[in-house]
């Protein structure tokens, strides 16, 4: 089945548009500086697809995302039903600037993942064709999925539209509320795992909570869409099996590994929920920003993080009303810990990233997002008096639960319409936090320091809870032609400035740091112990 693969193929397959071999540095010098920034930033006017090649080049953004055609099958899934609920679903907190700015969605984040794993793929591509088509095919007939592929650009194109289909369905059952109405309706016996609502909603019973309006309709639209790129029942088994971790394809494999590594998940949530927040600058592409490898580039890294962890920990100081950061401003272009282009497969067909300081760049700066997003003071705290609300007013209630936080509902609307159904309810509590969710007004200063355990040290209050987090330290890197994992890694490198930092904040998240009370007006001790 050999053939002749053009260059690119698997972003051609979906409509992406991939810039990087046009952003090169040249291009950019040959440029007025107002047109660099315009094209660099024509992401703000919130424009997603690709224009008229006349207009500014054609260009235009998602946050850090390659333009989409507008005819392609990406554009055609953000156009789905579902995916349009999932606009109105937040990435992080249902506050919008807390615990940073955070107004990105579950939407965008699932363009980002789509556009990793097309990235990667492509990478592959380009570093080992024969081994990657090679495991393709054997994948897809141990699947059932090669009917009809008549040689290697035809199977390359549905590997490509297959990992498209994954990337969509990863988050698309995330219930409205996010993780914190998630954890409420488990404890309440519902069962919210998104992977697996995914083949419950698509495949419903006859019976079942599915199989009725608006999810007979929902279902219509996503596989008449599909079917327009051939794609058919078959092929969405096929991706709900990877993204509920029960593939061992390479697809399956990107996506839900049964290792602790930077999957696409991983990596598309660490980059845009950082360049949310302003961590992240979205300036120039890879050409035209610091190699993570220069010291000075690391040690830049390592201090704005510094300057950014002291903003979360006193968040009266950094988020106004108007989503701004106060007193910070981005310290990395994200393109330099992008790292789909440094993908490789090994002749087994296993992952490894070719820029070990890049992923472990990424696997510090997922730490900090944990501690800081998903386990920050503010967001826990706020979001934690919503749910004890929400329990006791069902207990008094005699444990009935209301419609709106029944999986129906849940999967049926936008986070803005269960907040605004929250708020009717007859508990002033609750409607108080809900008013600050809607009203996008701050809650109290003193709600964070009552949520944080008194017995930290003011350096670590914004950790509420003893992490049992995985840092993807199982993520392998070719380093000096070797094939090693990334824990390998460090303690292969103990003087490296992002090996220092990585120990200190794992070593905090995971409470296993010994935390030495200093001296009077002495600075804080610890020793980091690496995992």
């Known amino acids: 089945m050999r053939t002749e693969i053009s260059s690119e193929l698997p972003f051609k397959a979906v409509g992406i548009v991939n810039l990087h071999p046009l952003f090169t540095e040249h291009f950019y010098r040959t440029l007025p500086p107002n047109l660099v920034r315009q094209l660099a930033h024509k992401h703000m006017n919130g424009a997603r697809y690709y224009p008229d090649p006349k207009d500014n080049f054609g260009l235009s953004f998602l946050p850090d995302f390659r333009p989409l055609k507008r005819g392609g099958m990406i554009a055609h899934l953000d156009k789905t039903g579902y995916f349009q609920l999932l606009h109105g679903r ?11 700015s955070n107004r990105h969605t579950r939407a965008d984040h699932s363009l980002l993942v789509i556009d990793q794993m097309i990235a990667q793929i492509d990478s592959f591509l380009d570093g080992d064709p024969e081994t990657f088509v090679g495991i393709q095919e054997n994948d897809f007939k141990e699947a059932g999925l090669m009917d009809g592929v008549k040689n290697e650009k035809e199977l390359i194109i549905l590997g490509a539209r297959v990992g498209s289909l994954i990337g969509y369905l990863h988050d698309l059952y995330t219930v409205a509320g996010g993780e914190r109405i998630k954890s409420l309706i488990i404890k309440l016996g519902i069962n919210a795992d998104e992977e697996s609502l995914a083949r419950q909603v698509l495949f419903p019973s006859t019976k079942g909570l599915f199989n009725k309006e608006p999810f007979i309709s929902l279902n219509d639209n996503l596989r008449r869409t599909i079917s327009r790129w051939g794609i058919s029942d078959k092929h969405l088994d096929f991706a709900i099996h990877c993204i509920e971790g029960k593939s061992g394809s390479l697809l399956g494999r990107l996506i839900n590994p049964p290792q602790d590594v930077l999957d696409v998940d991983r990596i598309g949530y660490t980059l845009l929920d950082n360049y949310s927040a302003k961590v992240f600058s979205a300036d120039l592409p890879n050409s035209m920003v610091s190699d993570i490898n220069d010291p000075k580039a690391q040690r830049r890294l390592i201090n704005g993080l510094e300057t950014f962890k ?68 503010m967001m826990q705290g706020m979001e934690h008096q919503l749910k004890q609300s929400i329990l006791q007013y069902i207990q008094r209630r005699g444990g009935e639960v209301p419609a709106v936080l029944q999986l129906p509902y849940l999967l049926s609307h936008t986070d803005t319409q269960l907040i605004k159904a929250l708020a009717e309810f007859p508990d002033p509590q609750i409607t108080e936090v809900c008013g600050w969710i809607l009203n996008e007004t701050l809650p109290p200063m003193k709600f964070s320091a009552e949520y944080v355990s008194k017995k930290r040290l003011r350096l670590t209050e914004w950790f509420r809870h003893n992490l049992d987090m995985k840092y993807g330290l199982d993520t392998k890197v070719d380093f000096k032609g070797e094939v090693i994992s990334l824990n390998r890694y460090m303690n292969s490198n103990p003087h490296n400035a992002l090996v220092l930092q990585g120990q200190l904040v794992m070593g905090m998240l995971s409470d296993k740091a010994e935390i030495i009370t200093p001296k009077k007006g002495g600075p804080l001790a610890l020793q980091p112990r690496l995992i």
């Open 90 to 100: 937040h990435q992080l907190s249902l506050h919008p600037n807390i615990p940073a």
């Open 310 to 377: 002291e903003l979360l920990a006193n968040p009266e100081k950094m988020v106004s009303l108007d989503g701004d950061s106060e007193g910070f401003e981005p310290v990395f272009s994200w393109n330099t810990l992008d790292p789909s282009s440094s993908a490789r497969l090994t002749k087994d067909g296993e992952i490894v990233y070719t820029n070990p300081s890049q992923m472990l760049a990424l696997a510090l700066v997922r730490a900090y997002g944990f501690g800081f997003y998903y386990y920050g003071a």
